[in-house]
């Protein structure tokens, strides 16, 4: 059974700082994805990963993928109150097929 | 870009009824839409895939005579809770697959908050 863990649940900084969310899975896949969602919402997406090393930057998020240790982390820079949300990664084992394993979520406070 | 209408956003209802939420890709057509189900500061969990014109495929532990799909249509899917009990509260998003760029993109609903009393 696949299972991807997000680390931390929880999470509440300071303005202006820089953290780090790490998302561990424990099989093979080809491609993980960053959504945020929003209370109330649904999903936004934000990456998309598919293969080993790649790296994308959006703003103050920036994703990287390590499929040989099975991580994947979103690095957050400069932390703005707008970035408050719930972070979720995401697992294709499916080689293409779309079903998606979710990970545990991270919820991200910004405080000023 | 692409747009993945649910509706309704927000349901309530009496116990033991029957409710039904509809998914719409607004602008492109897909073969494969998907059902999630998220619990209250949790996350989302796979409940069926649904492929227009055949029988969904449900996950492990999902009932599928309570958590009827159709896929009548290339935009169209839905999901009907039956008999719905204050345990099937909870927020459902759908999501539908676009091929694009040489490979498959997936755009997610709003989601249906459904409260059963």
């Known amino acids: 059974e696949l299972k991807v863990e997000q680390n931390p649940l929880f999470l509440s900084m300071q303005e202006g700082k820089n953290y780090t969310i790490y998302c561990n899975y424990s099989t093979t896949s080809d491609r993980l994805y960053w959504y945020r969602q929003d209370p109330g919402k649904s999903l936004e997406s934000l990456f998309v990963?598919?293969?080993?090393?790649a790296v994308k930057q959006e703003g103050r998020l920036m994703a990287s993928l390590d499929t040989k240790a099975r991580l994947s982390t979103l690095h957050i820079t400069a932390a703005v109150h707008d970035l408050s949300a719930t972070y979720f990664c995401?697992?294709?084992?499916?080689?293409?097929?779309?079903?998606?394993?979710f990970g545990t979520g991270t919820r991200l406070t910004i405080i000023p | 870009g692409a747009v993945v209408s649910q509706h309704p956003s927000w349901v309530i209802c009496k116990s033991g009824t029957s409710v039904k939420i509809e998914c719409r890709s607004l602008d492109f057509q897909a073969t494969t839409m998907f059902w999630y189900r998220q619990f209250p500061k949790q996350s989302l969990m796979l409940m069926a895939t649904?492929?227009?014109?055949?029988?969904?495929?449900?996950e492990q532990g999902v009932e599928k005579d309570k958590f009827l799909i159709n896929h009548a249509s290339l935009t169209l899917s839905t999901l009907t809770v039956t008999s719905a009990h204050p345990e099937d509260s909870s927020f459902y998003i759908c999501?539908?697959?676009?091929?694009?760029?040489?490979?498959?993109?997936?755009?997610f609903g709003a989601g249906t908050r459904l409260s059963v009393l």
């Open positions: 999501s539908a697959t676009r091929y694009r760029g040489g490979k498959n993109i997936q755009y």
């Open positions: 990963l598919l293969s080993n090393g």
């Open positions: 995401a697992v294709d084992p499916s080689f293409g097929n779309e079903k998606l394993t």
């Open positions: 649904s492929n227009e014109g055949s029988k969904a495929t449900y």
